[in-house]
């Protein structure tokens, strides 16, 4: 005989509501897209990193805070985005898994020699969140720091332009024909 299944509990939606903030006036960085800050007549000649870290102690998230931008976590972010731009590049081609796994790898370890410069954190700004049930029973307060880093467009578009010089010299016939295609469609 089979054993009718429980019926899902559905689970509870928490309340949250913000009860601290770093200011009242919520920086408008703070609540853009990407896109949207590197199109700023403020900021169109520097790429944007939003880089967001939660817990519950706020002098924590204020002194990692503090340390951005970092070279580790910055270099990161950058070789993360610029990634991200060659495989959406490459997918764009029909192109065998051997060629984008080569030049991913090859892109990656150029990437690690690559000078980045004038990385500045632009802004900070935190809040703290707190979590209740629908009964108003406290479950947890969090805090969450976004910090706003730009790096100039020159500095990461010449870095790259050179890694795909360096790629295109030294590849032959068909590898070359599709590496120069992917530097004119790459966007990091």
């Given amino acids: 005989a ?7 509990v559905p689970e509870e939606t928490p309340i949250v509501r913000i009860i601290e903030e770093k ?3 919520i920086p408008f960085w703070a609540y ?3 896109e949207y800050l590197e199109n700023d007549r403020e900021y169109k000649d520097r790429y944007a990193f939003l880089v967001e870290r939660n817990g519950p102690d706020l002098q924590e998230l204020i002194q990692w805070s503090k340390r951005l931008p970092d070279e580790e976590s ?3 972010m950058i070789h993360e985005r610029a990634i991200k731009g060659l495989e959406a ?5 029909a192109h065998d898994d051997s060629f984008l796994d080569r030049y991913r790898r090859i892109f990656r370890a150029e990437l690690e020699k690559a000078d980045f410069w004038g990385i500045r954190r ?4 935190w809040l703290c969140r707190e979590y209740r ?4 029973t406290f479950i947890k307060k969090e805090y ?3 910090v706003f880093l730009a790096v100039p467009k020159v500095s990461v578009d010449k870095a790259i332009g050179k890694i795909f010089e360096d790629l295109s010299g030294s590849a032959a016939g068909e590898d070359k024909t599709s590496l120069e295609w992917l530097k004119t469609e790459y966007r990091f």
């Fill in 2 to 8: 089979m054993t009718p299944s429980p019926t899902p």
């Fill in 23 to 25: 200011t009242q006036i």
């Fill in 32 to 34: 853009r897209t990407i």
């Fill in 74 to 76: 910055t270099l990161t």
């Fill in 89 to 93: 590049a490459i997918e764009q081609r």
């Fill in 122 to 125: 632009v802004d900070d700004y």
């Fill in 133 to 136: 049930k629908p009964d108003k």
């Fill in 144 to 146: 969450e720091c976004i």
